[in-house]
Structure formats: structure tokens, C-alpha cells
């Protein structure tokens, strides 16, 4: 996905891009960013003003691209305090230990420092078998809170056209088809046309939708597919030995 408007298949993508991309231009150059759970890496190039470095433990049967620490998130091999800001883009619901992986990520940043954090509150299981849990946004306020965070933001990711487009998109792809999988008998055989129409107006509705999405933001009513937060580590009074 590369975010273009011209090949809007998945708005939520662009609305990733666009939020990263702030955050980036937020960091001053030279700022030593941590990429956590980085996978293909695909905002590296909005830090290119920055040291980048990623984190990824690489367990999971895809494509990486080169972590510079391959490790579990929950244990990094850097000393305490060597980041300016950290970037934790769709990771938390794939960490079955949440809890221990931000208090890490507080561990390893500097005091002051930023974190943007995105996760979704309503998306199918992905990454299997590393799919653990979805967030609300009470549970970010409570997570982040807990583990000495303070929060600067916290928003939708994209819009509810963007969380319908999501909808209809599985729905044109996981419809049943076939009589014997709708209903037993005649209702089965009546209902295959009707699936059928649905299915199709699905595709061509969800892309409509992701479009609409891509361009504005709709957030007075419906919830979203995925909450965004950035987050600042509270200063931490360190007492005199
Ligand atoms: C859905 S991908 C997101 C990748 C990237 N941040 C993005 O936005 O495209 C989740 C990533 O977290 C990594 N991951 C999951 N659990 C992890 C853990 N306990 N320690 C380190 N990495 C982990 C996975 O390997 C995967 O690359």
C-alpha cells in the first residue's frame, strides 16, 4: 500500500501515513527514533532527518525488512534512555504481554520524549498465531497512565466510512456462496442471488468508501477501525543515590 489517492484500498493506510508523518516533522534532526515491531518498515522514510533504528522479534512468516535488534519487545538490548521518540504502529494487539512491552518502551525513552502509538479497536485476526487483543480507547488512557505515559492525543485513526469500507470489503470477500452454506432448502436456493448482489455492490461500495474516507475524516457518530495516540513520557524524579 502506498498511500496514493489514485489506489484508495484501505484508507486507513494513508491515514497511518499522514499521522506518522507529523509525528516525524514534530522531531528535531539528528533525534534518535526506535521503530518498535517494525516489520517491512514502511514509514522509515519519514525519518530520514533522524537515526532510525528498529526493533522486531521476526517471528512471523512474511517479509522483514533488516532490524537493527532482533528481540522481543518486551526486553530491547540498549541502555535505559537512548531514545528521543518511538514508533509503535500496529503492534500492541499482537503483544500478549502489553503491560511489560510499555513499560520497555518507557524504560529505553528519554524523559520528555514522544511515542505514537496505533492499534485497532475492530479488525479480523491477522498475523496468526500473534493476535492477542484489540484497545478501546479507555484502555489506552489506562495502559499508557499505568505505565508513566502522558497523553497528548488520542484519535481516530480514520473515519466510520473507512470502518464501513472495511466492513463491506470482508463482507464482498466472505459472504457465503452456494445454497447448502446460506439455509437449508429452498430458502438456501432463494438466497444465493441476493448474496450474490450484495457481495458485488460490497466491492464497488467499499472502494467508494475508502475514497470518502481518504478525503475527510468522519467522526460524529459509528467508531473507528483503529485508535492513534501520541504519548509523552512523564519526567521521572530520580532519587540521589
Ligand atoms: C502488524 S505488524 C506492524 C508492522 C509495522 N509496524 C507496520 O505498521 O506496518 C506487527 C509487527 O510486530 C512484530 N511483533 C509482534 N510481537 C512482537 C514482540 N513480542 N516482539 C517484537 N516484535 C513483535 C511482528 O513481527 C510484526 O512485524
Redesign the pocket.
Given at each position: 500500500m502506498n498511500g496514493s489517492l489514485e489506489d484508495v484500498m484501505n484508507s486507513s493506510r494513508i491515514w497511518?501515513g499522514r499521522h506518522n508523518e507529523e509525528f516525524a516533522r514534530s522531531l528535531p534532526a539528528g533525534s534518535i527514533v526506535l521503530?518498535?515491531?517494525?516489520?517491512?518498515?514502511?514509514?522509515r522514510h519519514l525519518f530520514d532527518h533522524c537515526i532510525y533504528e528498529a526493533?522486531?522479534?521476526?517471528?512471523?512468516d512474511?517479509e522483514?525488512a533488516k532490524s537493527t535488534y532482533v528481540?522481543?519487545?518486551?526486553s530491547i538490548p540498549v541502555a535505559e534512555a537512548r531514545f528521543d521518540a518511538i514508533?509503535?504502529?500496529?503492534?500492541l494487539?499482537?503483544?500478549?504481554?502489553p503491560v511489560a512491552?510499555l513499560q520497555e518502551m518507557h524504560r529505553v525513552l528519554k524523559d520528555g520524549g514522544t511515542m505514537i502509538c496505533?492499534a485497532p479497536l475492530f479488525y479480523e485476526e491477522?498475523?496468526q498465531p500473534?493476535d492477542f487483543f484489540r484497545y478501546t480507547q479507555f484502555a489506552w488512557r489506562h495502559l499508557l497512565g499505568n505505565a508513566g505515559f502522558e497523553i497528548i492525543s488520542l484519535d481516530w485513526m480514520e473515519g466510520y466510512l473507512g470502518t464501513v469500507a472495511y466492513q463491506m470489503e470482508t463482507a464482498s470477500k466472505h459472504l457465503p456462496r452456494g445454497a447448502k452454506n446460506i439455509a437449508p432448502g429452498a430458502l438456501g436456493v432463494a438466497a444465493v442471488p441476493l448474496l450474490a448482489s450484495v457481495r458485488i455492490a460490497c466491492r464497488h461500495l467499499a472502494r467508494v468508501f475508502y475514497r470518502l474516507d481518504a478525503q475527510q475524516k468522519y467522526t460524529q457518530s459509528g467508531f473507528p477501525k483503529n485508535y492513534i495516540v501520541v504519548a509523552k513520557k512523564l519526567f521521572v524524579a530520580r532519587q540521589a543515590a
Open positions: 497511518l521503530d518498535a515491531g517494525a516489520g517491512s518498515q514502511p514509514y526493533a522486531d522479534f521476526e517471528m512471523v512474511k522483514y528481540c522481543d519487545l518486551s514508533v509503535l504502529n500496529q503492534v494487539e499482537h503483544l500478549s504481554d512491552v496505533s491477522h498475523e500473534y
